[in-house]
């Protein structure tokens, strides 16, 4: 079913090359089989990380009712994206009342900055809270994993030496959540990030449930005791060249811990076409949230954290 969303928004014309039909929002539509989703995109570029979401969560049966969330952060966007945002986003005290059946956090490239020198890191922390008492389940993703955990569990950042970029294997350690119901014993996905989540980290000072993890990058995805929080360590999202993007824009930076990508040009060779192997895992994962959610709306009261 169709994603629904601003009658103007980018997306629209760019996802209906891929077959990916979306309906404008109306107040006057209403649907039986309708999920309201919350997406807070913490992205620069805000228009690709739009596509990819989009792109995700337009595999379900569902309708999905996509609002659109930003922060204050006025100091690291251009004209463009000021005015994308100010046309398409909302802001926490706009919406300050409303409830959501679901919240999607993605990742932003602050892995190396402390949590308290982050200019929106106090409205961030505000956000959080609110989505404690209005949003029946949170999914983060990547940094937005170590954020969380550290204002949820006050568990410190943990920052790896070197960057983690490149596809890595993963296997499943709990068969039975239904976060991966349909998956293979293996799959693969990409990570791009600074921090840390090891096994036994996540294992030993937390009562997190892990569901799978990789030997190379760790702990992928895990969640709270009541699936309130879910946690992606990962970015089945991303697009084919997307770690391309980011690699050489590493090295444009002459950044010293810029490392060839693991397991994503072939031969590791950069010149030659990375190909995508994680696209069915990434549908998948979103389809299980979001018939969880329509299952819990419809069937369960939901049990706050």
């Not at 969640?223 to 992606?232: G, L, P, V």
């Not at 010149?271 to 192997?277: A, D, E, R, T």
């Not at 979001?290 to 009261?301: C, R």
């Amino acid at each position: 079913m169709p994603v629904i969303v601003h009658k103007k928004l980018p997306a629209i014309n760019f996802l209906k090359q891929e077959n990916i039909f979306l309906l404008a929002k109306s107040k006057k539509k209403k649907y039986s089989s309708q999920l309201k989703i919350l997406f807070l995109n913490l992205m620069f570029k805000k228009i690709d990380t739009e596509n990819q979401i989009i792109r995700l969560l337009s595999n379900s049966s569902l309708f999905i009712d996509l609002s659109l969330l930003a922060v204050n952060d006025s100091q690291s966007l251009n004209y463009i994206s000021t005015h994308h945002i100010n046309r398409y986003y909302s802001h926490l005290e706009q919406i300050n009342n409303n409830y959501y059946d679901g919240l999607i956090i993605t990742g932003a490239p602050l892995g190396l900055i402390n949590f308290t020198d982050i200019r929106y890191w106090k409205e961030f922390v505000k956000i959080i809270h609110w989505a404690r008492e209005h949003v029946n389940s949170i999914l983060s993703i990547c940094w937005s994993v170590q954020a969380v955990l550290n204002i949820l569990y006050k568990i410190p950042k943990k920052v790896n030496q070197s960057k983690l970029l490149g596809i890595f294997k993963h296997k499943i350690l709990l068969k039975n959540n239904y976060l991966i119901q349909g998956f293979d014993d293996y799959f693969f996905v990409p990570h791009s990030r600074y921090s840390d989540f090891s096994l036994d980290f996540i294992k030993n000072y937390t009562d997190l449930n892990i569901i799978s993890f990789s030997n190379k990058a760790g702990v992928y995805l895990f969640t709270s005791q009541k699936n309130k929080y879910i946690f992606i360590t990962g970015h089945p999202e991303y697009d084919v060249l997307t770690i391309n993007e980011e690699y050489l824009n590493d090295l444009k930076n002459k950044s010293k811990l810029t490392k060839l990508p693991y397991n994503y040009y072939p031969l590791n060779n950069p010149k030659l076409k990375p190909k995508i192997n994680w696209r069915s895992h990434g549908n998948l994962l979103f389809l299980n949230w979001l018939n969880y959610l329509f299952y819990q709306k419809k069937y369960i009261y939901i049990n706050k954290f």
